[in-house]
């Protein structure tokens, strides 16, 4: 049994660095603001997942997510003028319904998560002290592999999936096909 | 206080929880499309807590290279980066045709 990667202090502080930065997300009036929000809230999550073991899922949640969705993300801010939508109302009508319907769904949360049958909760202490294993190749097994690989079908398909994507951003984006 | 100390799935869920709320409460209130388009992308990495910090469980239990809350983390980001890219080419033609950032104007196909 290896002790674990970090102290909790790191999990706290990461946590509130996400949960910070996910109300930055949501309140601001500038969409440039709200992406640099989310770039944090990204890269905390990196950590997390470092906390957990995940090295690649770490890896990829930087160059894809923060690197690579988040750069799109702000390339369309530039191309569109943020500055009009700045001065307009910032929420919706429907405000008081969202927030009442989202208060429902962390009822639901909590109602969920604080379920005990036998007198435990339902998601109980994991046995969290796993050691650091070769996750990037144990991981490439499962998406590759002949033997183990179960993951190789849905892999083609999200290729797929990425193709359809490309070809419908360029058509929507276009001006005249 | 030892609940404090001790760092368990548990918690992970918590924080993937909150930050789904943040999403719902931005997609459902916010006005402007870029920033609905990131609070789903709040949503999608809250389940991608989850789904790493189950992985994280079910290693405890069926050994080390039971990886498929990671793999199935790794499937959600390119899901992710597909919506991004269709959504974010949504919002340019949107854009170009009415002027307009805010989701309220969408009112198109409204009867």
Do not use: C
Not at chain 1, 17 to 32: E, W
Not at chain 2, 56 to 75: C, E, K, N, T
């Amino acid at each position: 049994m290896n002790p674990p990667v970090a102290t909790p202090f790191f999990f706290y502080l990461l946590a509130a660095t996400m949960i910070i930065g996910g109300v930055l997300v949501i309140t601001r009036k500038n969409a440039v603001h709200s992406a640099m929000a989310l770039i944090t809230t990204l890269l905390a999550q990196a950590g997390l997942y470092l906390m957990l073991y995940a090295p690649f899922v770490a890896g990829v949640q930087i160059i894809l997510y923060a690197g690579g969705i988040m750069v799109l993300f702000l390339f369309v801010i530039m191309l569109i003028s943020i500055e009009r939508a700045e001065k307009e109302r910032q929420f919706n009508k429907q405000w008081l319904v969202g927030v009442i319907a989202a208060a429902a769904l962390g009822g639901l949360f909590i109602a969920v998560y604080t379920t005990t049958t036998r007198g435990k909760v339902l998601f109980p202490e994991g046995r969290m002290t796993y050691g650091e294993t070769q996750n990037t190749q144990a991981i490439a097994a499962l998406l590759f592999d002949r033997g183990a690989g179960q993951y190789m079908f849905a892999f083609e398909i999200a290729s797929l999936l990425l193709l359809v994507a490309i070809i419908g951003a360029v058509v929507m984006a276009k001006k005249r096909i | 206080m030892d609940a404090m100390l001790h760092i368990s799935t548990l918690h992970y869920l918590v924080l993937g929880a909150a930050l789904f709320l943040l999403g719902v409460i931005g997609v459902l209130t916010r006005r402007n499309v870029v920033i609905v388009l990131m609070s789903i992308e709040l949503i999608l990495n809250a389940v991608n807590l989850n789904l790493v910090a189950f992985s994280r469980y079910w290693q405890g239990i069926h050994g080390p290279s039971a990886l498929h809350g990671q793999v199935f983390a790794i499937f959600v980001i390119t899901d992710a980066a597909a919506e991004a890219a269709v959504g974010l080419g949504i919002l340019i033609a949107f854009f170009r045709n009415k002027e307009t950032v805010n989701v309220d104007e969408v009112n198109l196909l409204k009867w």
